[in-house]
């Protein structure tokens, strides 16, 4: 096959889409096919790289969506790998003066995302390669969604084109994407589109399955499921034997008082501990938590005593303290729809994970439905008597579970098992 992918985030950043779709291109070279990949070049990159067979292009997204990547340190949660270093005087205060104006006019008028300027840039080349390389298969990767806009422009362009739009954040139910005030109606009818025009879509979970079907009925037969990926590492998680007989629980990752608080971890633990004041405990945190500093000080009497704060580590790092901990803590997102990547890389590590719901639906609980050393408190059971007894006795568990059972439970995470459900879902055409 000759294949296309347009993914506005790829390799070299350190995103869930490029994780995704790197690995993904580059089996697919190294089983035969040919893949090239139109992406943004963020202005930092270079506009052309082939990478272990990968013919990666970057295209611009012209002087205002650049502004983000020259002035912010963040835009919409996207994170810019080499931002230029903070400083006082006219440089600091022209960066501030253009973050605000682009908070107050930029990001409350794009459509469909803050990516939507590449598409100019992207269409024009996308067509190029088509045409010179006679590429057969087309495959646009969401989030963002201008990638599925352009999927939209070149099906049009070329009809015999196989085009499978993979969507991993949904956009027309996501209030988060853009000003759904003025454009919510705007969002359900083109995303409609997408679904109809596309020879083939690809969703993250059945839940987003089940909900795009009640919203597109009549294209039912055009959506499939393939699961978030998992590449594993040789590596022994068994904890070393320490003369330290407290309970080490550790969690990894970013919080943010809207999509992902600890507001209940830290109302669950400081329930317990007050229950059971002997409780021999350690909540290692790593990552960033800048966003939700003011809630771990309502604790002070948690801080420092049972809760440390850490700052990133580097991904040589995560193993190491992993291996040390007794129980990974996973905290659910308020959306759900999206399953977090993490936590297969969780389960792989054999140990035992608690989760704390932030929603009743949480997909994290869903996920963890079928990993037997896991337990998920919802949001109605932190201060239940029962759940607190519940969970002193999950902290004394010694159970284990074996190489051979987790490759069973995991099989449809590992990578070969997501390239080849994509390549089935691309040989439908």
């Known amino acids: 096959m000759k294949i296309l992918i347009l993914s506005y985030d790829f390799y070299p950043e350190g995103k869930p889409n490029t994780y995704r779709w790197f690995n993904i291109a580059k089996r697919w070279v190294k089983e035969?096919?040919?893949?090239?990949?139109?992406?943004?070049?963020?202005?930092?990159?270079?506009?052309?790289?082939?990478?272990?067979?990968?013919?990666?292009?970057?295209?611009?997204?012209?002087?205002?969506?650049?502004?983000?990547?020259?002035?912010?340190d963040r835009v919409n949660n996207n994170i810019v790998l080499k931002p230029e270093a903070s400083g006082k005087g006219m440089n600091a205060l022209l960066k501030g003066f253009v973050r605000r104006v682009y908070d107050i006019t930029w990001t409350n008028l794009y459509w469909p995302d803050h990516s939507f300027l590449w598409t100019f840039s992207a269409f024009p080349l996308a067509s190029k390669i088509i045409e010179e390389h006679n590429i057969d298969k087309l495959v646009t990767?969401?989030?963002?969604?201008?990638?599925?806009?352009?999927?939209?422009?070149?099906?049009?362009?070329?009809?015999?084109?196989?085009?499978?739009?993979?969507?991993?954040?949904?956009?027309?139910?996501?209030?988060?994407?853009?000003?759904?005030?003025?454009?919510?109606?705007?969002?359900?009818?083109?995303?409609?589109?997408?679904?109809?025009?596309a020879d083939f879509n690809s969703v993250l979970t059945q839940r987003i399955k089940n909900k795009y079907i009640s919203l597109f009925p009549a294209l039912k037969h055009k959506i499939g499921v393939n699961n978030n990926i998992f590449i594993p590492l040789e590596f022994?998680?068994?904890?070393?034997?320490?003369?330290?007989?407290?309970?080490?629980?550790?969690?990894?990752?970013?919080?943010?008082?809207?999509?992902?608080?600890?507001?209940?971890?830290?109302?669950?633990?400081?329930?317990?501990?007050?229950?059971?004041?002997n409780i021999n405990i350690q909540l290692d945190f790593y990552g960033d938590f800048t966003d939700t500093i003011a809630d771990f000080q309502k604790y002070p009497e948690l801080l420092n005593k049972y809760i440390f704060l850490h700052g990133f580590i580097n991904k040589n790092e995560v193993n190491n303290v992993i291996k040390n901990a007794d129980i990974l803590l996973n905290i659910g997102n308020n959306n759900e729809y999206q399953e977090p990547s993490k936590l297969i890389e969780y389960m792989y590590s054999g140990k035992r994970i608690l989760n704390i719901c932030s929603i009743s639906e949480d997909t994290s609980a869903e996920l963890l439905k079928m990993y037997p050393l896991s337990k998920s408190i919802s949001p109605n059971e932190l201060g239940n008597e029962m759940v607190l007894e519940n969970l002193i006795s999950f902290f004394d568990k010694k159970t284990t579970i074996d190489k051979d059972s987790l490759q069973l439970i995991l099989k449809d995470y590992l990578l070969e098992a997501v390239a080849d459900k994509y390549l089935k879902f691309l040989s439908k055409g």
């Open 141 to 197: 990767a969401s989030w963002t969604f201008s990638a599925h806009r352009i999927g939209d422009k070149l099906k049009k362009k070329f009809p015999n084109l196989y085009w499978l739009a993979d969507t991993i954040d949904p956009f027309s139910f996501n209030a988060k994407v853009n000003n759904s005030f003025l454009y919510g109606r705007l969002n359900r009818v083109y995303e409609h589109n997408i679904f109809k025009q």
């Open 32 to 72: 035969g096919n040919e893949v090239y990949v139109i992406t943004a070049d963020k202005n930092q990159y270079e506009a052309f790289e082939e990478v272990e067979g990968v013919k990666i292009y970057r295209t611009t997204e012209y002087f205002i969506g650049n502004l983000k990547y020259q002035y912010r």
């Open 236 to 277: 022994d998680y068994t904890k070393t034997i320490a003369l330290n007989t407290k309970t080490r629980l550790l969690f990894l990752g970013t919080l943010n008082k809207v999509v992902r608080s600890p507001e209940n971890t830290l109302i669950l633990f400081n329930n317990l501990i007050k229950r059971y004041p």
